[in-house]
């Protein structure tokens, strides 16, 4: 089990950066942050909650939906137990409520599809607006 709080959210121009970031805890002997696989997905008004980025436990594998390549990078911290989200370019359409999410540890291994089904803790997510 592992608890996750969000931050950096904030109201911003198009064309503007922001980065998210995401505090895991768990307190597992065995299975520390470190083992989890972590993504972003978000949710705007209206819409069902999709898939954003996703990130091996051990950080040197990453997936991104097709609406943020390019734009959004996921990075993670195992040493601070940190997961972040670097959003540049920012549109209109980004807006939405971030939420950070892990799966059930283990070190697990996912392909591009699979990490998107993989998520079994949510935090509270942070709202992210991008409006002139």
């Known amino acids: 089990q592992i608890q996750l709080r969000e931050s950096g959210g904030a109201l911003v121009e198009p064309g503007a950066s922001l980065r998210l970031s995401c505090t895991g805890t768990t307190r597992h002997a065995v299975w520390t942050f470190d083992t989890y696989a972590m993504g972003w997905f978000r949710q705007a008004p209206g819409k069902e909650r999709e898939f954003v980025a996703g990130?091996?436990?051990?950080?040197?594998?990453?997936f991104y939906a097709d609406s943020v390549k390019g734009r959004f990078t996921i990075s993670r911290d195992n040493h601070k137990n940190i997961v972040y989200l670097q959003m540049n370019s920012l549109k209109f359409e980004d807006t939405a409520v971030y939420f950070c999410?892990?799966?059930?540890?283990?070190?697990?291994?996912?392909?591009?599809?699979?990490?998107?089904?993989?998520?079994?803790?949510w935090g509270q997510g942070t709202q992210v607006t991008v409006s002139s």
């Open positions: 999410a892990a799966d059930a540890g283990r070190q697990g291994h996912y392909t591009d599809y699979s990490i998107r089904h993989a998520m079994e803790n």
């Open positions: 990130i091996l436990w051990h950080g040197a594998e990453s």
